[in-house]
């Protein structure tokens, strides 16, 4: 069995992104973080964000509107950021306060800015294997880590477990591509999937992102499966000073034996997850000034 080092290919990505970014005349690439609010955990990623960027040379903007914004100051907030020929890519981190329709915002945001992929034009660029979209970055992300560890999926069953917009749908999209890194037959399960334990058992490749704690136990993963957990999930745990413990999808401790590869929680897809973002925002610099 071998762990799949998502901090350590990430680093890769993040040096690559450096080295490039240093070649580029004039102005550096710029993103600009909306975080709405203080909760821990998107004060937390935002910061990661921050960090990669300035370590690769990516400008980022951090604007945080107060928790009372309307939809339509944020609107017009997302509107001025469109306008500005100096702003690359926009994200604006999730949760938003209630009130607020998510899908809506991350619609405002022009296609050509949107780095985190979530744009109904990108998702059918996706659909379409347009390259000049944005692909969302965490099945961006999984992608690049199979890639990387020499996993291949051409002509191999890819079970993707949940059909989110963020992670499962775009995850399917990707590995069936025509291209010579994808080729995979798709099967996409959700909650309502019937017999779920008999599919993915069928999976040479299970990507979990159906976001419920250890919920991928060991008589649901075929042997010699590459196993990619998506999951983070916070289980209370009265050893640990936070209270709680970070663990993913799968229920590792006893999946993981049975694998060929599997990623870890923490440190598995979530660093891929803020590496593709980078990736993203320097390929929107790119398409923006019309460098090759």
Known sequence: MEIIDGNKIAAAIIAELKATVATFPGRRP???LIRVGDDPASVSYVKKKQANAAEIGIESRLILPPVTITPAELFALVDQLNADAGVDGILVQSPLPKGIDEVAVFRRIAAHKDVDGFHTMNLGKLAQEDETGFVACTPAGIMELLRRSGVTLAGKH??????????GKPAALLAVQRKAWANATVTLCHSQTAN???????????????GKAEFVTADM???GAVVIDVGVNRVP???????YRLTGDVHFPTVSPLCAKITPVPGGVGPMTVAMLMQNTVKAYRQNLGIA
């Open 30 to 32: 710029c993103i600009a």
């Open 158 to 167: 890819v079970v993707v477990l949940g059909r989110s917009l963020i992670v």
């Open 196 to 210: 779920l334990p008999a599919l993915t058992r069928q999976a040479d490749i299970l990507i979990a992102a159906i």
């Open 221 to 223: 993963v075929k042997p």
């Open 237 to 243: 745990d009265a050893t640990k000073k936070s209270g």
